[in-house]
Nanobody, 124 residues
């Protein structure tokens, strides 16, 4: 089992940047494919980005491609989401997710561990 704790959220103006972190504890971090998801008020949770166990494969939603970058540091048991050129429509609670059943994970994958989320608010 793994415990996930997100941090780094906050209030930022449109065009600004934030870096989210997700620290994992418990089982060896490198066995988990990781993902970031978000949920805006009144909307379904949606996939944002994912990264494979070794960091070699990443996926992004079309809405964030070219602006967000997912990365991981297995030595620090942490996955990151660098968010640049933020837009008001990026406002949401951001969740990280983990799963050890897949090498890669991805947009349609059902992750089995979730963090509590961190709020990101982008003002116009």
């Amino acid at each position: 089992q793994v415990q996930l704790v997100e941090s780094g959220g906050g209030l930022v103006q449109a065009g600004g940047s934030l870096r989210l972190s997700c620290a994992a504890s418990g089982r060896t971090f490198s066995v988990y494919a990781m993902g970031w998801f978000r949920q805006a008020p009144g909307k379904e949770r949606e996939f944002v980005a994912s990264i494979s166990r070794n960091g070699g494969t990443t996926y992004y939603s079309d809405s964030v491609k070219g602006r967000f970058t997912i990365s991981r540091d297995n030595a620090k048991n942490t996955v990151y989401l660098q968010m640049n050129s933020l837009k008001p429509e990026d406002t949401a609670v951001y969740y990280c997710a983990a799963d050890s059943r897949s090498l890669v994970g991805g947009p349609g994958y059902q992750y089995n561990y979730w963090g509590q989320g961190t709020q990101v608010t982008v003002s116009s």
